[in-house]
């Protein structure tokens, strides 16, 4: 599954530099993940780095995007080539 | 007898190093040849030096901050001279940025950077086991929240009694604003919430009643917020004191539903709004929704009764005094019970320090290094301000002029107080030890030569405010009908040396 930012979300900006596919940027309301760039971070790391720094726990698995880890790291793989 | 003197010379006694608490708490096995011993800036170092010396520790640690570095500096130069043998190691934010060193690091042994509780005492075990390390920069090793030993039981007795006890829920600060060390942070990280309540209920069995929170921000993770102040609420009464900093632009629901149920004189925020200016929030990296910050403000103001404390930054890059009195302005109009008017200072380790050329930030060498002149503000500027800000402490923040203040400041409230703080300083001479008597006569005076207040109003409103100071006798603007003079009468000293003294 790629990864949410949910509306507790406080705009800190903590977790978008730390994201290794670029795939956070600031949206209308609160920051946003793209689906198609998000691995959870597969390939990069062992943990989501944006849950690791994220202060307010606002992040999760976005259920509308199921993913197994397999087809994460196809992701990974098709975003590093 | 101690081999390790922890230390520190504390701002006021009504302080508690914290710090030296957590250093303590975290030495293992050494601490049974540890001792914490406080003392005060206006301590003598001599008479410091001489109490540090009893029983000839092996290693002096000083916690060195921006209010102790010039005393710690006079302190460790005495030590040196008199027992050069003792180690002495320094740690606290003014040495934790090499190269950006001030002048006692040239006579310290070691500096632990950074965080201190691991580091300090693999370094005291290094010493003590004759194995002292060659390096005398040491970086402070970061070690998860849940591993360190609690500070809390080393608050005594007689802090418990007689002084503020600080209490940190969280470390770190998510946020980058350049002017805040807490911007090197990478983020935030909360101590364990049950164990962390467990403490303060400690705490609070042994009598605290008084607790501050050191945490960066303490409303960022709403549920811990709402949890330790449902834990309070359970406990109010018998003098608690709760006091925080917050953000102003995070006010969700539920915190405002728990906020509701505070008594009066139980809660204080400190709310950084810095400045409302958008093109410097951006160039410091600050990230606030001004409008948010405007709604919450109102709101803690009409539905809490908590103390509201709103900070200002003057000298910021890009700050001009029209741009700092707009801020201002639109701060007043949001009525929290107290401005600090903060002049920027540079701290060692700051990011804002990358601004220093392109806008000729120019601070003081010494501590507190306050800025002097930017490329938008002049030396001549920036006194004219601290003034203001030193003024807006006696008579805005004091409370003492709630009835004058609002036809002080009328319809353009940083114009007209600037005024009101050019006028009393060419009459006056003084920001310093002007008695609160002869300052009713110099407002009085003000107030209706220099705003135009007609005479009648002013008296009325300083007569009102006057009342309730308790002095005793009349000022001389209440003894006459308009303002005739401001000479002191025979018996009040306090005029008479406090003219000596502005003159």
Redesign the interface.
């Given at each position: 599954m790629a990864l949410i930012i949910n509306d507790e979300c406080i705009n800190c900006d903590v977790c978008e530099p730390e994201c290794p596919n670029g795939a956070i940027s600031q949206g209308e309301e609160i920051y946003v993940i793209d689906p198609a760039l998000c691995t959870e971070c597969v390939g990069h790391h062992d943990l989501p780095q944006c849950i690791e720094v994220c202060p307010v726990d606002c992040i999760d698995k976005d259920p509308e995007h199921a993913e197994s880890k397999d087809t994460l790291y196809q992701k990974y793989l098709k975003l590093t080539a | 007898m101690p081999q390790i003197r922890l230390t520190t010379l504390n701002a006021r006694y009504i302080h508690s190093a914290f710090g030296l608490r957590y250093l303590y708490a975290n030495l293992g096995e050494l601490q049974n040849v540890a001792e914490i011993l406080e003392f005060g800036i206006q301590d003598r170092p001599i008479d410091i030096v001489e109490k540090l010396l009893q029983h000839r520790p092996k290693i002096i640690g000083f916690g060195v901050y921006i209010w102790n570095v010039a005393e710690i500096g006079s302190t460790v130069a005495l030590l040196k001279q008199i027992a050069p043998e003792i180690v002495v190691i320094l740690g606290g934010p003014e040495v934790s940025h090499p190269p950006d060193l001030p002048p006692v690091a040239e006579l310290a042994d070691y500096i632990v950077t950074g965080v201190g509780e691991i580091s300090f005492r693999a370094l005291c075990e290094q010493i003590l086991n004759g194995e002292a390390p060659d390096e005398k920069i040491i970086t402070g090793v970061e070690s998860p929240l849940e591993s360190l030993v609690s500070p809390y039981p080393y608050y005594n007795d007689e802090d418990v009694r007689n002084r503020i006890v600080y209490v940190e829920a969280?470390r770190?600060c998510?946020?980058?604003c350049e002017f805040c060390l807490s911007a090197l942070d990478?983020?935030?990280?909360p101590f364990t919430l049950d164990r962390f309540l467990d403490e303060m209920d400690v705490l609070y069995r042994r009598g605290v009643r008084h607790f501050k929170f050191i945490d960066r921000t303490f409303n960022?993770?709403?549920a811990a917020s709402v949890a330790i102040l449902e834990f309070f609420l359970e406990r109010m009464g018998d003098g608690l004191f709760l006091h925080f900093e917050v953000?102003p632009d995070?006010l969700?629901d539920r915190l405002k539903q728990t906020l509701e149920k505070f008594p009066p004189a139980t809660l204080q925020f400190e709310v950084g709004v810095q400045t409302f200016d958008p093109v410097i929030q951006r160039l410091i990296s600050r990230?606030q929704?001004n409008e948010k910050t405007k709604e919450n403000l109102r709101w803690l103001k009409a539905n809490t009764h908590a103390h509201i404390h709103a900070d200002l930054i003057f000298g910021l890059p890009g700050d001009t005094l029209a741009n700092f009195a707009a801020s201002f302005d639109q701060l007043v109009a949001l009525q929290p019970h107290e401005i600090q008017l903060g002049i920027l200072k540079r701290l060692r380790g700051a990011p804002l320090n990358r601004h220093n050329e392109a806008y000729r930030l120019r601070y003081n060498p010494e501590p507190p290094y306050n800025i002097l002149s930017t490329r938008d503000i002049g030396f001549n500027e920036m006194q004219r301000i601290n003034r203001f800000a030193r003024y807006w402490d006696m008579i805005g923040n004091s409370g003492r002029f709630a009835e004058a203040l609002p036809l002080i400041l009328a319809d353009a409230p940083f114009e007209r107080f600037l005024r009101l703080s050019d006028a009393l300083y060419e009459l006056s001479g003084s920001t310093w030890k002007i008695a609160l008597r002869r300052l009713f006569d110099l407002l009085y005076r003000v107030m209706t030569e220099f705003l135009a207040i007609p005479t009648v109003e002013a008296k009325h409103v300083l007569e009102a405010d006057y009342q309730k100071t308790g002095e005793k006798g009349l000022a001389s603007f209440m003894k006459t009908e308009g303002y005739e003079t401001s000479k002191p009468s025979r018996q009040n000293q306090a005029n008479k040396r406090q003219q000596a003294f502005g003159h």
């Open positions: - | 969280s770190g998510p946020f980058k990478v983020t935030a990280k960022l993770k709403i953000i995070h969700p990230r929704d």
